[in-house]
């Protein structure tokens, strides 16, 4: 077995009484000393598989393996493993001390010890004038911290974490994210971190899991899941996105290598980059093509030699057709991908382009968030622009027909998921 | 201004219920003291000259005993019913909304039937034509019926079987509110299942425990119903006592006398829970003051 291994999952199924699945065969592994996440709507089992690793559930099929031992058959109470609760799950009869020394007292570990350990720790989260204060008395963010050290002070190998930010307000959560992750670095323990947010996700770990129904739709990187989505799932989930769908069928782009047609329902014939390290779609099977907001660039004019509706072109001159609009990373999905994009696009490259009324303008700020709408029955094309750009361009004007025009290696193309999939801004 | 004159000021709305308890709690009981007071009459009526010898004799040692005897009922009674109302509770309060309501009723119905008939349709379950012992003969289990009631034994069985319900339903107030996910907590800092039930589980419902304890013990101290109904003539309790002093030897000043005790008794266990309340909060404040206030910057300082 790979040392490196701290917890590994093989085609492990849960399924409740009445035949209800939870988890479906899953198999994964994380690394020692990784922040992991779980990321996905409520109700796809994330929650479930952090049970099944603390121990508080018991998988119906396949293992789970601690640094390559099964301990399917371990209690919870025999596990290396710490769990910072929902709503913490503080004993509100213990105060402060009394919380964090649980653990140590049930491992009837010396007294002497246990005030040096759970002083340490308070420390460590600046609470140690707290040791007599009645959890009661706390504010949300310092049961928290209470909640945190009380799991870390029996130094766990995992940490798991069950949407421990959930309810804080925001500007607690950022704080908390930074100190989350300090400590992760600090102490080196592999956290497994849940949540439904995934501009968390994307900023805390080193990798996340993106679930779906009791599926894992994809393990990647914060960059991976971002810029290479595995699905229109993925691609909705994380992040503001453009999702179109439609049959494939070989295509010649321009800028170099093959590409790929979708003959899209309403928004025209797309094109995207064949990602040669990917299978290339059959003619004819169902693929989404995914465009993020920041990638999307405002023309007033068409490019030239474009048509519109979809229809790629060679865009033909060095310079793009003025004016361009930089963009940023999509709201909410924090800057941990998405590299804003200035630069025109290459010439010879061959483009998407549509055109459409603005029917919403969300100023964010740093960007504006804008929606074109194409045609009355079609979901409208979200773009971001940045702000810094947008006022050497004439102000962009409701009612106001514009281009909105990507290059085809933006395009990312991913497997169809069923229509259930949410769509999350 | 006027919101804190209200919040003052004891609420008109409470007259009714405090003239209710003066008319029919305060002043019988002055009446009881005034009467412990007296001498018994040579025809069972109250001579009104002074004597405090009533109480004395409570002292002596047969009324001793029935007092011992007494305490021993109510201290078990409180023992089976906490035994068996703590789980009946838990399971109730982990089921779902649906099973919660219909369990709850099923606690709650036997209250519908009358008292004493509900007594006394022990006396037929358990007697010795009854129906457990006609069951167990025919299946030749036994071979002569076993002596069920009249009884100390008939006396637990309708103890426990009446009291029942007054400590399922504080425990289950309290474990209703419980959060199960401290013990989901407990097990994962470590915890076996019964330090979680120790350490967590108790100490969080005590007070459910205490309060259904209250409501079973003193009643049960002073119960004659049923140790009357299905005790026999064989034991005597406090209650059966004073139901005889004051009925039969028609010894009203004594009975006062008794009757004083019970609920001087029964305010003791009250002022003893209370005081016990007081302190913990008493402890919890000086906790509070003891520790210093400072209030660390909330950026969060990591020392590295």
Known sequence: MNDQLELEFEHVTKSFTGDRVVVNNLSFSVKKGEFFSFLGPSGCGKTT????????????????????????????????????????????????????????????????????????????????????????????????????????????????????????????????????????????????????????????????????????????????????????????????????????????IGGGGSGVAVATDGFGTLFAKQDEAKPRPATGDNVGLVVRPEKIRIRVT???????????????????????????????????????????????????????????????????????????????????????????????????????????????????????????? | MNQKMSRRQPPLLILPSLAWFIVFLIIPIGIVILYSVRHKGAYGQVDWSLNLDNYKRAFEPIYLMIVARSLWLAAYTTAICLALSYPLAYFMARSSEGAKKALLALVIIPFWTNFVIRVYSLKLVLGEAGTINSVLLKLHLISAPLQMVDNSFGVSIGMVYNYLPFMVLPMYVALDKFDFTLMDAAYDLGATKTQTIIRVLLPLSLPGIVTGSLFVFIPAFGEFVIPDLLGGSQSMYVGTLITETFLKSRDWPFGSALSSFLVLFAMAAFMFVLSRQAADDENLRRAENTAPAPLPDTKVALHV
């Open chain 1, 49 to 252: 598989c952090l049970r099944m690793i603390s121990g508080l559930e018991r998988p119906s099929q396949g293992l789970i393996k601690m640094s390559g031992k099964v301990v399917n058959d371990i209690h919870p109470h025999k596990r290396n493993v710490h769990t910072v609760f929902q709503k913490y799950a503080l004993f509100p009869h213990l105060n402060v001390f009394e919380n964090v020394a649980f653990g140590l007292k049930m491992k009837k570990r010396p007294p002497a010890e246990v005030k040096e350990r759970v002083e340490r720790m308070l420390r460590m989260v600046s609470l140690q004038d707290y040791t007599r204060r009645s959890i009661q008395q706390l504010s949300g963010g310092e049961q928290q911290r209470v909640a945190l050290v009380r799991a870390l002070v029996n130094e766990p190998a995992i940490l798991l974490l069950d949407e421990p930010l959930a309810a804080l307000d925001l500007k607690l959560r950022e704080q908390m994210h930074r100190e989350l992750s300090s400590l992760q670095k600090q102490l080196g323990t592999t956290f497994i971190f849940v949540t439904h947010d995934q501009g968390e996700a994307l900023t805390l770990s080193d990798r996340v899991a993106i679930m779906n129904a009791g599926n894992i739709e994809q393990i990647g990187t914060p960059t991976e899941v971002y810029e290479q989505p595995a699905s229109t799932f993925v691609a909705r989930f994380v992040g503001t996105t453009n999702v179109f769908s439609g049959p494939a069928s070989h295509a010649t």
């Open chain 1, 302 to 425: 068409a490019p030239a030699g474009s048509g519109h509706g979809g229809l790629g072109t060679q865009s033909s001159t060095s310079s793009a057709p003025a004016p361009a609009s930089a963009v940023t990373p999509a709201n909410g999905a924090s800057a941990a991908t998405a590299v804003p994009t200035d630069a025109p696009i290459p010439s010879g490259h061959t483009v998407n382009v549509l055109r459409g009324t603005l029917i919403e303008r969300i100023y964010f700020g740093p960007t504006t968030q804008i929606k074109l709408q194409i045609s009355d029955r079609l979901p409208p094309i979200i773009a971001l622009v940045a702000n810094q750009t947008a006022t050497k361009m004439p102000s962009l004007k409701m009612g106001d027909r514009y281009y909105a025009v990507w290059d085809a290696a933006d395009s990312i193309l991913v497997s169809s998921s069923q229509p259930t999939a949410s769509q999350s801004t």
